[in-house]
């Protein structure tokens, strides 16, 4: 089994842009990729962009369902103590944001204004884990087209996202293979946004 460390600390950098984009100044978000110069720009589907069907986009770890929104609390317990759990008080949100660390996947977390904690995303770390559709690190794009159809690209090429209803899953590309891959809720930002008002 092979662990993407750089990989992972991509991961951990796109994570914590989105967690904490309230933090500076001004309204965009930015998520940064692989170059630490280079920004892009939160995605969103565009006209003829193929959505993915909410049920398309699924994750099955230990043979449980993890959906980005859900509460945390039931999942953590079905899923049993992780291998450890990082902790920051929430720029975005009222509280703390957690990353819950299980072999082969992470999953962060943010905090509602009474207390529960919800799934935003969740990230694959290395290739003993893949989603229930068969996307997995180091699968080719041409691959991943022929599960979910095109997808959206940033202007290099190196990042794709697919969509559904409420879900983006975002593949980062090395030599045309995903060196990365994390499902995010994509309502989360709405509802951070909402809170500063």
């Not at 998520?31 to 006209?47: D, G, M, N, R, Y």
């Amino acid at each position: 089994m092979r662990t993407k460390k750089p990989a992972f600390l991509i991961v951990l950098i796109v994570v914590f842009a989105i967690c904490f984009s309230a933090c500076g100044e001004g309204n965009e978000s930015v998520v940064v990729s692989e170059a630490p110069t280079q920004l892009i720009e939160a995605q969103e589907p565009e006209p003829g962009t193929v959505a993915v069907k909410k049920a398309e986009i699924s994750f099955l770890y230990k043979g449980i369902k993890i959906v980005p929104g859900e509460n945390v609390e039931p999942l953590i317990e079905q899923l049993g103590e992780p291998n450890d759990v990082f902790v920051a008080p929430s720029c975005a949100f009222v509280g703390e944001d957690r990353i819950y660390y299980y072999p082969g996947v992470d999953i962060t977390t943010w905090p509602e204004e009474d207390g529960t904690h919800r799934v935003l995303s969740y990230t694959l770390r290395d290739d003993s884990v893949q989603t229930e559709q068969g996307v997995y690190l180091g699968i080719e794009i041409g691959e991943i087209e022929k599960i979910y159809g095109p997808g959206k690209s940033n202007e290099d090429g190196t990042v794709v996202s697919w969509f559904s209803d409420s879900e983006e899953l975002r593949c980062f590309l090395e030599d045309g293979t995903a060196s990365d891959i994390t499902v995010f809720f994509s309502e989360a930002q709405e509802i951070a946004e909402a809170e500063e008002e």
